[in-house]
């Protein structure tokens, strides 16, 4: 008498599965829609974060921007004499007519043109000359104000 050698556990599982004929089917619809739901919740977020990226480089522009605005004002105004109408000592901050930021140079007059988001603020005063400096100078504030919401 032969005896029957014993299949191993998973073998055997195996045998079984093809023995009843059992088919290996595809996914199921309500598999297939979780899944979808699945990868749906997990998409949202990075799209979520790279909306957010967009806007920080924007105001990081419109920062960058207002800084080069603030220094191109600063630079304009030390071209100016003393006596210069735009250099009239100011209380606090005043915003600055874009027609009078107009240089007048050997090849022509130069504009500084500013984006119409941007509002430039000049601040002018004059310290008092307790110390008895020789000279006579003017203290300079430039502050730049622009609106987050504007569309061009």
């Given at each position: 008498m032969q005896t029957?050698?014993?299949w191993p556990l998973h073998l055997a599982k195996i045998r079984l599965l093809l023995k009843n004929k059992i088919r290996w089917q595809g996914f199921s619809f309500n598999?297939?829609?979780i899944t979808i739901l699945l990868i749906g919740a997990a998409i949202v977020p990075v799209f979520h974060i790279f909306s957010r990226s967009a806007e920080?480089?924007?105001q990081t522009q419109d920062e960058v921007l207002a800084?080069?605005?603030a220094e191109e004002l600063l630079d304009f105004a030390l071209?100016?004499?003393n006596n210069s109408p735009l250099l009239i000592p100011t209380q606090g901050l005043v915003p600055v007519d874009p027609s009078k930021l107009l240089l007048k140079t050997t090849g022509g007059d130069l504009s500084l043109v500013t984006n119409p988001k941007f509002v430039r603020l000049?601040?002018?005063r004059e310290p008092d000359n307790l110390m008895k400096w020789p000279y006579k100078y003017k203290l300079l504030a430039a502050e730049i104000q622009w609106n987050f919401m504007f569309k061009q």
């Open positions: 029957q050698k014993a598999e297939v829609v920080g480089t924007i800084q080069n605005y071209t100016l004499p000049l601040s002018v």
